[in-house]
């Protein structure tokens, strides 16, 4: 069973950027399709990022595509988010997750890092 950890979130300015870390134990991250939700107060959690198994396929949600960017270091055994050109609706607590399977619902999730973005 994998754990896994958030951080890097915090206060930043609209157009400023963050990179998140999750760092993962318990198992080896190169087995598992790795994802980045958010939710933000009052909305449901929402898809962000996802990285496949392999590493060599990303994914993006429409409102992230072209500023975010999902990679995988599998000898650190983490799964960053780089965020640029951060903009006042990204303001959520960000996710990390992971599941062995290769499509559908995660099973296993961090506790979540808080992302500001100041207008």
């Known amino acids: 069973q994998v754990a896994l950890v958030e951080s890097g979130g915090g206060l930043v300015q609209a157009g400023g950027s963050l990179r998140l870390s999750c760092a993962a134990s318990?198992?080896?991250?190169?087995?598992?399709?790795m994802g980045w939700f958010r939710q933000a107060p009052g909305k449901e959690r929402e898809f962000v990022a996802g990285?496949?198994?392999?590493?060599?396929?990303?994914y993006y949600a429409d409102t992230v595509k072209g500023r975010f960017t999902i990679s995988k270091d599998n000898s650190k055994n983490t799964v960053f988010l780089q965020m640029n050109s951060l903009k006042p609706e990204d303001t959520a607590v960000y996710y990390c997750?992971?599941?062995?399977?290769?499509?559908?619902?995660?099973?296993?999730w961090g506790q979540g890092t808080q992302v500001t973005v100041s207008s």
């Open positions: 997750a992971a599941d062995t399977r290769l499509n559908g619902a995660y099973g296993y």
């Open positions: 318990g198992r080896p991250i190169s087995g598992y399709r």
């Open positions: 990285i496949s198994v392999s590493g060599l396929t990303t």
